[in-house]
């Protein structure tokens, strides 16, 4: 029987469903729409893609099944797949598009293509993100060596803003000042941003930390899950440390989150009305808002902590050395200050 659409099965499955065989590929698979239109087009997208030998030999891995098998030992499937969904919005468009198309079929044409089909409209950095990083990983878990070459501009525009100590000493102290009711509030976003600033945290990290991952005694907090994919052990300075144990609510014998903070717009006019109190002025084409500490973080590790590009890969704050490597110009190569020898350099001013 040729290729034709099942419709939905009542109480079973909303979604149109691809029954029957072409050109000698037997197809007996979900379109994971309910929609007509959208299961015709897939209907039709998968004939195209037999009569092009887009099919499976007997033996070959497709996509689908290794995204599952990555998905399964630990793997990101935040752009493949959300259990939480319902069924109709479960699978990702990118695992949609590659569910049934073999590994050896997945080149850098069909990654380019994948990614300007679904995200017409999206910069270099967010293609990167949502497909070209995702289908690498998902090929490496696979064994499969292939290089992915990146879109032109995937890195976006490095941001290089940062705190200088007597600037972040401002921010702080402006904290004390914000035109809230209550004096606890004050209290508590200080020490929020100065976790921030020595810890090199994420926002969302911060935001989502568990009191029963702060360890005081140890000078520790767990991040079990970063956006990087991997756990990271944070070291707490002792200016942190003594910060948190002067939360208006206490961290030891609680459950929950440590601060009771939450992402939107009121946090960052917060900031804003922070960093106006404290006088200091960020270059709005930055937009970093609270990334000015992670900035911040790595930057001071550099200056005064001394630390390589390779330290602080080791941290785990950064996976990539591309974007460790941003901190690079803050410090002052030896052979850069062999400047001073030259003629008239030590004279005074």
């Not at 930390?209 to 005081?216: A, F, I, K, W, Y």
């Not at 002052?332 to 005074?348: F, I, N, R, T």
Request: aromatic share 8%.
């Amino acid at each position: 029987m040729p290729l034709y659409l099942r419709d939905p099965v009542p109480g079973k499955t909303p979604n149109y469903a691809i029954r029957g065989t072409y050109l000698g590929v037997t197809v007996d698979k979900g379109t994971g729409t309910p929609v007509k239109k959208l299961a015709l087009e897939i209907l039709k997208r998968k004939k195209l893609d037999i009569e092009q030998g887009h099919f499976v030999r007997p033996g070959e891995t497709t996509f689908g099944q290794a995204a599952d098998r990555y998905i399964i030992a630990g793997g990101d499937a935040k752009y493949l797949f959300d259990a939480g969904a319902s069924e109709a919005e479960q699978i990702k468009p990118l695992l949609e598009r590659f569910a049934d198309v073999p590994l050896s079929k997945i080149d850098q044409a069909a990654i380019d293509d994948a990614a300007g089909a679904l995200y017409p409209n999206a910069g270099s950095p967010t293609r990167n993100r949502q497909v070209y990083t995702v289908v690498s990983a998902v090929l490496k878990h696979a064994g499969v060596e292939r290089k992915v070459r990146r879109p032109k501009g995937w890195q976006g525009r490095r941001r290089t803003a940062w705190l200088r100590p007597e600037q972040a000493a401002a921010v702080f102290a402006a904290c004390d000042k914000l035109p809230t009711r209550t004096s606890h509030l004050r209290i508590e976003f200080r020490i929020f941003l100065r976790l921030l600033c020595y810890t090199g945290m994420r926002l969302g990290d911060a935001l989502g930390l568990q009191c029963s991952n702060v360890d005081l005694k140890a000078k520790t907090a767990l991040l079990p899950k970063t956006k990087n994919g991997l756990p990271r052990m944070v070291h707490l300075p002792p200016i942190v440390v003594q910060e948190l144990k002067h939360l208006p609510v206490p961290i030891e014998g609680r459950v929950g989150k440590v601060f009771r903070f939450s992402a939107g717009s009121r946090l960052r006019e917060r900031l804003d009305d922070v960093f106006k109190i404290a006088g200091v002025v960020i270059d709005d084409s930055e937009r970093v808002k609270f990334h000015i500490f992670c900035h911040t973080w790595g930057t001071w590790m550099r200056m005064f902590g001394g630390l390589t590009t390779e330290d602080l890969l080791t941290t785990k704050r950064w996976t990539d050395p591309e974007s460790a490597k941003v901190y690079d110009h803050m410090v002052v190569s030896d052979p850069a200050k062999k400047a001073d020898l030259l003629p008239g350099a030590q004279e005074a001013a």
